[in-house]
């Protein structure tokens, strides 16, 4: 039988990050700006290792590529998610991320990034950008022209547990005090529309206002897709969101659960409390993948944990 292969984060340090990421989930961190956990991430700007086992030592990206079978890998291509965890300090630049088509066009062949986001935990008042208020996109190139950025960005508050899904050319940012666990298409395309102009190491970080006008969303429609939750053994699995890219859900277990998901690998973060995989003890912080012909998997303790995995294609 496949074991789980378990994963090595890879840290970033940001000039908007803290130090949750020790604190809140142990781990060991590069310094107290350290804005990133690429927590299961193939992506050549943060490549994972493998924790443990038959391949340990191997990058998640030699893995995909030589073991392709563990991933139920079809043809060429690369691994397809990353999974991070934020610890927003400070407030992240406003940003939008092209669709696949314009990256692959303006960016090398980039994939696009639809990305979505988890409130792991947030201050009592904290707030995030999602959206914008402009009518239409001439508005859209009026408003950043000329710099009307009260009025332009709309803010909304947040509570833990909220979860959002933004889709290409949603203009989005997450605020000082928020942590979140980020499920994305492995992509690291980000356009910087708007960065409160702060510094970093003297100079201002480059803006991309072209390349944010031309793939910004207008008018924004806000998502309010119902979440729905059903009950397997000792777990509420609420499915937060299934999209062409990738379907996550929170598993909130007391007891025992079985995991059987219809795809050919499944991404599994533990984020609160303790317990077992198959025989495995895992606890908060820790990350894995479920690979192909694993088969259902069993778990048990008291834990929540976030899960991916890419739809099959009908
Ligand atoms: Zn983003």
Redesign the pocket.
Known sequence: MRELIFIEPVFKETIWGGKRLHDDYGYDIPSDHTGECWAISAHPNGDCRIASGEYKGMTLSELYKEHGELFGKKGAGEFPLLVKIIDAKADLSI???PDDVYAAKHENGSLG?T?CWYILDCDEDAQIVIGHNAKDHEEVKEMIENKRWDEFIRVVPVHKGDFFQ?VPGTV?AIKTGTVIL?T?QSSDV?YRVYDYDRLQNGKPRDLHIKQSIDVIRAPFVPDTALKKTEKILDANVTTLVECEYYRVKKIDLEGETVIDENASFVNVSVLEGEGKAGDVRIKKGMHFIVPCGYGPLKLSGNMMLIISAVPQRK
Do not use: G, L
């Open positions: 940003q939008v991320h990034k990305e933004i989005h980020e994305q980000t």
